[in-house]
C-alpha cells in the first residue's frame, strides 16, 4: 500500500491527479492511499513522516514546494518527493532537495504513469524491510538493508551483516524471494549481494566491506543491469 500526498493549489490539478492515480491504482493493481492539500504550509503543519511519496506543485501561494520540500528534508525525511510543476526553468532546482523527477503540465497520463512507477520503486526501495531469521537460538529480527550479502556453504546460509554474521538452514533462491527486490542481486551460484553495500566492482569481483566477491560469467550481466538500475533508484 502506496501513501501519497499531493500538494497542489489548483483543484482542477489536484482532481486531475487523483483521477490518473485512480487508473494508476487499477492499472498496476497498486492500492494507494492519496490525501490532498491546498499549500505547503497546510502540509507541513499536519506532516508526520508517513508518507512513501510526495507529489508537489513549486509555484503556490505562501510556502513555494521547494522551501516546502528543503523544511521536509530538514527533518530528516527521505520520502520520495516529485514536483508537478509548468516553470521547467526551476524544475532542475528540485536535484538540490533530492527529488527525484518532474512532471510538467499539462500532465499526460503515459508519462505520469511511468514516473510514478520509479517513484514506487525508489519509495520501496528506501523503506525498512525487516525480516525473521530462524537461528540456532532462536529467532532474530534484522533489517534487510544491514545485510552485506548472503552466501551458502554446505546448506547453510550465512547472513552477513553490519552487527554479526548469522547461520541459517535453508536454500539461497528462498533467501531471494524473502528479500526486498531491487535491493539484492545474486553474483553467482552461492552468493546474494546487498546492492547498497557495493564498494567497487573491479574487474571480476565486488568489492564489500573489504571482502572480494567472485562475479561468475553467468551473473555477470544481470547484476550489472540490477546494480546500475539500483543507482538510479538511489
Not at 482542477?12 to 485512480?22: A, C, D, H, Q, V
Not at 503515459?110 to 520501496?124: G, H, L, M, P, T
Not at 524471494?177 to 553467482?188: E, V
Given at each position: 500500500m502506496i501513501k501519497i500526498a499531493?500538494?497542489?493549489?489548483?483543484?482542477?490539478?489536484?482532481?486531475?491527479?487523483?483521477?490518473?492515480?485512480?487508473?494508476?491504482?487499477?492499472?498496476?493493481?497498486?492500492?494507494?492511499?492519496?490525501?490532498?492539500f491546498e499549500s505547503g504550509d497546510q502540509f507541513l503543519s499536519e506532516y508526520e513522516n508517513d508518507y512513501d511519496i510526495i507529489l508537489m506543485d513549486i509555484d503556490m501561494p505562501g510556502i513555494n514546494g521547494m522551501d516546502t520540500a528543503k523544511q521536509i528534508r530538514a527533518q530528516g525525511s527521505n520520502v520520495v518527493i516529485m514536483f508537478i510543476t509548468n516553470l521547467a526553468q526551476y524544475a532542475i532546482k528540485g536535484y538540490e532537495v533530492d527529488a527525484i523527477d518532474f512532471v510538467l503540465k499539462p500532465i499526460?497520463?503515459?508519462?505520469?504513469?511511468?514516473?510514478?512507477?520509479?517513484?514506487?520503486?525508489?519509495?520501496?526501495?528506501?523503506?525498512?524491510?525487516?525480516?525473521?531469521?530462524?537461528?540456532?537460538s532462536g529467532v532474530v529480527k534484522i533489517n534487510a538493508r544491514d545485510i552485506y550479502y548472503v552466501e551458502i556453504r554446505d546448506h547453510l546460509l550465512y547472513y552477513h551483516t553490519t552487527k554479526k554474521t548469522y547461520e541459517v538452514r535453508g536454500s539461497l533462491k528462498n533467501s531471494e524471494?524473502?528479500?526486498?527486490?531491487?535491493?539484492?542481486?545474486?553474483?553467482?551460484n552461492w552468493c546474494l549481494v546487498?546492492?547498497?553495500?557495493?564498494?567497487?566492482?573491479?574487474?571480476?569481483?565486488?568489492?564489500?566491506?573489504?571482502?572480494a566477491l567472485p562475479i561468475s560469467r553467468r551473473y555477470k550481466k544481470p547484476f550489472m543491469s540490477a546494480f546500475i538500475t539500483y543507482m538510479g533508484r538511489s
Open positions: 499531493i500538494i497542489e493549489d489548483s483543484k482542477e490539478y489536484r482532481n486531475i491527479l487523483t483521477s490518473y492515480l485512480s487508473q494508476y491504482e487499477i492499472e498496476r493493481q497498486t492500492p494507494i492511499i492519496p490525501r490532498l499526460q497520463y503515459y508519462n505520469f504513469a511511468n514516473k510514478i512507477d520509479r517513484a514506487v520503486q525508489i519509495a520501496e526501495s528506501r523503506e525498512a524491510k525487516i525480516i525473521m531469521l530462524q537461528i540456532s524471494k524473502m528479500l526486498p527486490k531491487g535491493l539484492f542481486a545474486r553474483c553467482s546487498g546492492l547498497i553495500h557495493v564498494e567497487e566492482i573491479k574487474d571480476n569481483d565486488i568489492i564489500i566491506q573489504g571482502t
